[in-house]
């Protein structure tokens, strides 16, 4: 196209190709292709660009300028969590998801396949055994769109409209579920107790003819474990509804899995399972559920399945019940638009099961728990600070409440970082009942060493 070495990344940025584009679909300019954006969302002044770059090597210098004012979890000591945590992420997973047929791979073809559906099939199968279910899906995009699936296909299933959540979910992904289900769904808040578990005398008055299910967190999103799961199952069932959990995956070497305490559809985010958090972009969804055709058929994203071939002895894998997707024959009749997933997040998970096994999935438990508590029981030393204001049995995550030290959690923090120290994440403004709050987040990958940092530059910064 004309004018385009000279303009070698936004060729078209050339007043003569603007021109002729334009004329080709009957513009004069580009503010009339502009007409229907609102004004409000215009911007007004000169984009604050540098002027042209005359190489490729000269653009890199310019990029990799900006990007080194980052600062990271490498440079800095991080206990800050919150739906996305450090974890340690094995070698091989970074090897194994990187390989050219899986990270440029879209979808996953019979006529392309080189390994892809078996890899799913085998993460959807490691997945199934860690929660206790038997279908677990493609991933979809993180878990706050697979709680919302969750709730959508609770309703489908029981042809109710309401679905009970607890007060203290994260809001964030409280905003991404409204607005999922708002065409179908409408969510009735449930009090939690002085524990930060669901209040079960509040549940009771709650749950009613038109009650699709309860959804809760275990552990929640202040890493409260929820103690009366079995309850609030029978609660629900008795009803007609159903018992629908979401889990941090990483905890199930350690914790009971939803299924043995009720649970009818389990979601979670497989993050915590090998994948690096990349400025809060390494999300990936789950569901699962029994392998029953009320279940499945309500899935609107993929399953692989395993099946004989024509060749004796072979196997093949391939979509399980592909007509019920959106992309499938039922296009716009679909139980919901499902695009572009996270898959190769999927066999990542697969890749970080495969190598911890059963063994390696308690240990990572155990020292998540050994490492939080220690870190809580060091921390509530500290003059003035309230550690686990709940009480609760807590999974690496747990309130520590500022509020004694006259200090708030955002100047807290700023002395924290100045000394390479990413604090908790501030509850202020989401939970102000709980005062300057903070949540912060121990993993395996802290030593006893980086606690008592941590104890340390607190004590400093609550003077």
Known sequence: MKGFDNHPYIPNSAPEIQAEMLREIGLASLEELHKNVPDALKLKDTMKLPRAFGSEYELRRHVEGLLGK??????????????????????????????????????????????????????????????????????????????????????????????????????????????????????????????????????????????????????????????????????????GGLSLVGVDPISLGVLATPPSYGADIVCGDLQPLGIHMNYGGGQSGFMATRDEEKFVMEFPSRLFGIAPTSQPGEYGFGDVAYDRTSFGHHREHGKEYVGTQSALWGITAGVYLATMGPRGMEEVGETILYNAQYAAKKLAELPNIRVNRFGSCFFKEFVVDFSETGKTVAEINRSLLAQGIFGGKDLSNEFPQFGQSALYCVTEIHTQDDIERLVSAVAQAAR
């Open 70 to 239: 980052n600062t990271d979890c490498k440079k800095n000591l991080n206990f800050l969590g919150a739906g996305c945590w450090q974890h340690y992420v094995p070698a091989l997973c970074d090897e194994v998801n990187s390989r050219g047929e899986f990270l440029t791979g879209y979808g996953g073809e019979p006529y392309n396949e080189l390994g892809r559906f078996q890899s799913l099939f085998e993460y959807a199968s490691m997945v199934a055994e860690l929660v206790d279910m038997e279908v677990v899906n493609v991933p979809t995009m993180d878990w706050a769109q697979a709680a919302a699936t969750t709730a959508r296909m609770a309703q489908r299933i029981t042809n109710r409209t309401e679905v009970i959540v607890p007060t203290l979910i994260d809001p964030e992904k409280f905003a991404v579920m409204e607005n999922y289900c708002r065409a179908s769904v409408r969510f009735v808040r449930v009090n939690c107790n002085g524990k930060g578990q669901i209040d079960l005398d509040d549940l009771k008055s709650k749950v009613n003819s038109n009650t699709a299910g309860v959804y809760i967190e275990n552990p929640g999103y202040l890493g409260v474990i929820e103690e009366h799961g079995q309850e609030i199952s029978d609660l629900i069932h008795a009803a």
